[in-house]
C-alpha cells in the first residue's frame, strides 16, 4: 500500500558547514513523498538459474552521469552471490556461494532480456585480491565505484579485503581497503583490472575500526551533479554506532592518498585519524543523492541491520544532516523471524525523474539452513520514493 507521510521533526543539528555551497533549501527535517514497493525491480532479480542471489548491489553507470534518466547502460556489483540451479523450489547440487560477482543492465528499464551476470568459472568471485597486503583466503567484498572522467573514463571501484575468522554468523573481519580499477571500454569478467591497497581502512579498538567505500557522490559536471564542485566524496563507516566518514578527493589524485582529505568536524584534513562522524546510526552501505531544491538525501539502513530504511536531509555532501526520516518499514522481517534486512542505498541513475529508486538487502541467521527452504530470500528488494 502506498503511504503519504509528512515528517515534521524539530531540528536539533547546530552544526559547522564544512563548504561554502548554498542550497535554495535548509530545511533538513521535512520531506513530503510518497513510497511504494518496486515490484518491477524486484521481478527482476528473481531467478532460479545461474545466478540467483546475493547482497551489495551498487550501481555504477557506464556513461559516468548519475542522475535520473541518463544511463544507457548500468554495471551492478554484487558482494557474497549465490549461483547454480533451483528446480521446483529446491536448490541443486551445483549451487555455490561465491564473495563477489556482477552484472550488466542494458537500457534504463527492469527487463530479464536486457541483464547479463558475471562471475568467474570454478567457480570463483569475479575480482580476487592480489596486492601486496592480501593473504591467501582473503576475499572481496564490493563497495561503491564511479566513472573516473578525469582518469580516461576507468571505472574505480572501492573493495573491503574481508577474511574468515570462524564459522558462526558474522564470522568475518575486515583486514583492509583496496581499489579495484577497470580500464574505461573493458567489459566482464574484466581480466585487465588493476588493484590498489588503500589507506582508507583504519583499525581501532573494541572493534571501532573505520573503513571507506560505503557510498560515493560525484560532484562534478561530468556526472550530471546540479551545483558541482569538482570533488569526489567517498563515505566511510566506523564502529558499531555506524557513525558515518567522508573524504574528499579530485578525480584525477584518486590514486594519490596524500591528497585525499577528510572531514574533521572543522575542515578537511589530511589526517584520517581525525575524520569525525558527520552523523551516525548508518549502515555499512549507504548513498548521498542531490535532490532538486538543493539539499542531499542520505539513505541507509537505520542501526545496520533493523527494519527501517531511512533518510536524513543533509545541506551539502558532507552535512550537516538532520535527524532521520523513516521512509520504509521491510516487510520480510515479519515472514520469517531469522530473516534480517540491510545496506539500503538509492540508485539515482536507475530512477525515474521525481523519483529515487531504493534497494536493501535481505538475509538470514543460519543462513544455509533458511536458503535451502526459501531458496530465493537472498535477493536484493526494491521501493520507490517519489518526491511531493
Avoid at 561554502?20 to 521481478?43: C, E, G, I, K
Avoid at 548491489?57 to 556489483?77: K, Q, R
Avoid at 548513498?287 to 537505520?302: E, M
Avoid at 530504511?309 to 531469522?338: D, Q, T, Y
Amino acid at each position: 500500500m502506498i503511504t503519504l507521510l509528512t515528517i515534521l521533526i524539530s531540528n536539533c543539528c547546530a552544526e559547522i558547514r564544512p563548504d561554502s555551497l548554498s542550497p535554495r533549501s535548509t530545511d533538513t527535517t521535512h520531506l513530503s513523498y510518497t513510497v511504494a514497493p518496486a515490484n518491477d525491480w524486484n521481478a527482476l532479480f528473481l531467478r532460479e538459474s545461474g545466478w540467483f542471489g546475493g547482497d551489495g548491489i551498487f550501481s555504477i553507470p557506464l556513461n559516468g552521469v548519475d542522475t535520473a534518466g541518463a544511463a544507457d547502460s548500468t554495471l551492478l556489483l554484487f558482494s557474497d552471490s549465490m549461483t547454480g540451479t533451483i528446480r521446483d523450489g529446491k536448490l541443486q547440487p551445483d549451487v555455490t556461494m561465491i564473495h563477489n560477482s556482477a552484472a550488466v543492465l542494458k537500457g534504463k528499464e527492469p527487463l530479464g532480456k536486457n541483464i547479463r551476470f558475471w562471475w568467474n568459472t570454478g567457480p570463483a568471485a569475479l575480482f580476487e585480491p592480489h596486492t601486496p597486503a592480501a593473504v591467501k583466503d582473503d576475499y572481496y567484498w564490493l563497495g561503491d565505484g564511479f566513472v573516473n572522467h578525469a582518469k580516461g573514463n576507468d571505472i574505480y571501484i572501492t573493495a573491503y579485503r574481508i577474511r574468515n575468522i570462524s564459522n558462526k554468523d558474522f564470522g568475518f573481519a575486515e583486514t583492509g581497503n583496496a581499489l579495484i580499477v577497470l580500464p574505461a571500454g573493458s567489459e566482464p569478467p574484466f581480466t585487465t583490472h588493476r588493484q590498489l591497497d588503500t589507506p582508507l581502512f583504519l583499525p581501532g579498538a573494541n572493534n571501532e575500526n573505520s573503513s571507506f567505500g560505503a557510498g560515493i557522490f560525484v560532484s562534478t559536471r561530468e556526472a550530471g551533479a546540479p551545483d558541482p564542485d569538482g570533488y569526489v566524496y567517498v563515505y566511510g563507516i566506523k564502529g558499531q554506532q555506524k557513525e558515518v566518514l567522508v573524504a574528499r578527493v579530485l578525480p584525477a589524485d584518486i590514486e594519490h592518498f596524500e591528497r585525499w582529505r577528510y572531514w574533521n568536524g572543522q575542515q578537511w584534513s589530511a589526517d584520517i585519524g581525525q575524520a569525525a562522524a558527520i552523523t551516525a546510526h548508518a549502515s555499512n552501505e549507504l548513498s548521498v543523492t542531490p535532490l532538486k531544491d538543493g539539499r542531499y538525501a542520505l539513505i541507509c539502513q537505520v542501526d545496520g541491520i533493523s527494519p527501517v530504511v531511512g533518510l536524513r536531509l543533509g545541506l551539502s555532501p558532507a552535512g550537516p544532516f538532520g535527524p532521520v526520516i523513516n521512509i520504509w518499514e521491510c516487510p520480510e522481517v515479519k515472514e520469517n523471524k531469522h530473516f534480517f534486512v540491510y545496506n539500503a542505498k538509492a540508485h539515482p541513475n536507475l530512477s525515474k525523474p521525481g523519483e529515487l529508486l531504493i534497494s536493501y538487502n535481505v538475509n538470514a541467521f543460519d543462513f544455509f539452513n533458511e536458503l535451502a527452504t526459501q531458496p530465493q530470500l537472498y535477493r536484493p528488494r526494491f521501493i520507490r520514493l517519489i518526491l511531493q
